[in-house]
């Protein structure tokens, strides 16, 4: 086997809590991931020699910075392996919305060149591997929703419902970075039990501080929030809400004001990348 395509699916957080921050300045959390059976494309060719291709690139991002190319680094680095790729990405799902599109990328890319390369590393090893690269990476190398702690990469699967979601992008990027080093950011929220979240939610605690820098995000939450309660998903500018059935969330979204973007998506419990990859 010498090439693969494998989706890299989106997620959303159901919620976000931050219980603290650490001396190197990672952040506590406790959040719920959803994973969804909707997000971009990757394909890939092995090829003997190291170089590693992207195509095509993207806009204001250095190749050598893309967590593409990074991952693929890093596992040759990982496992001495001198094989490369050329990856072309499909890509739909915005970048700064905060639903995981950069970290699902990274993660494909582990599972897919470890199958191309045969390079046999198991899914801890990777998770580990792709926490390096950022803490939404191994949710999605495990390729399981779940209930995460730590700063997100302790995690336990939940079989969730698969309900229907309406994710709403109102045209502004976000950065992780901007959100989480405000000084208005709550980050003393009182942890709470997987439990008391599926009975009762517990929302986002940087919905306020985005929906302040970024009136845009206010504003379709307030639109979205006509239909069904609607929240932000991590710290991105995407806003969703959950709906009885795809016919209903499809109404909503024809009814969207011309400047929002989104899509229809069900809530998944395993990885479309694991499903196409035959993992457990």
């Given amino acids: 086997m ?3 395509s494998v989706p890299a699916p989106a997620k959303l957080n159901l919620c976000l809590k931050i219980t603290g921050r650490r001396d190197d300045g990672y952040h506590l959390l406790q959040s719920l991931f959803q994973l969804l059976d909707y997000g971009d494309t990757l394909h890939f060719s092995a090829h003997p020699s190291p170089e590693i291709n992207l195509t095509p690139p993207f806009a204001g991002v250095a190749p050598a910075d893309n967590l593409i190319v990074r991952a693929a680094r890093a596992l040759q680095e990982a ?4 094989m490369g790729a050329d990856i072309h990405c499909d890509k739909i799902l915005p970048m700064g919305g905060g639903i995981g599109g950069g970290s699902s990328n990274a993660a494909t890319t582990l599972l897919a060149l470890n199958r191309l390369w045969d390079t046999r590393l198991g899914i801890d090893t990777l998770a580990e591997i792709g926490l390096s690269l950022g803490a939404d990476v191994p949710i999605f190398v495990r390729g399981r ?13 939940v079989e969730m419902p698969q309900h229907w979601y309406l994710v709403i992008h109102p045209g502004v990027s976000v950065g992780t970075r901007e959100i989480f080093s405000h000084q208005q950011l709550t980050r003393n929220s009182r942890p709470i039990r997987i439990a008391a979240f599926l009975e009762q939610g517990a929302g986002n605690d940087c919905e306020n501080v985005v929906k302040n820098l970024y009136p845009e995000v206010k504003n379709a939450l307030d639109w979205l929030t006509q239909f069904a309660p609607a929240q932000l998903t991590g710290t991105g500018s995407c806003v969703f809400a ?7 969330a499809r109404e909503v979204f024809a009814k969207r004001p011309a400047s929002y973007s989104g899509f229809v998506a069900r809530g998944v419990n395993r990885s479309p990348s694991h499903t196409a990859l035959n993992l457990n």
Wanted: hydrophobic fraction near 35%; proline fraction near 4%; charge should be negative.
């Fill in 2 to 4: 010498t090439t693969l």
């Fill in 79 to 82: 496992t001495g392996c001198r």
């Fill in 145 to 157: 929703t779940a209930w995460a702690e730590g700063v997100g990469e302790l995690l336990c699967p």
């Fill in 242 to 248: 959950r709906f009885a059935d795809e016919a209903s």
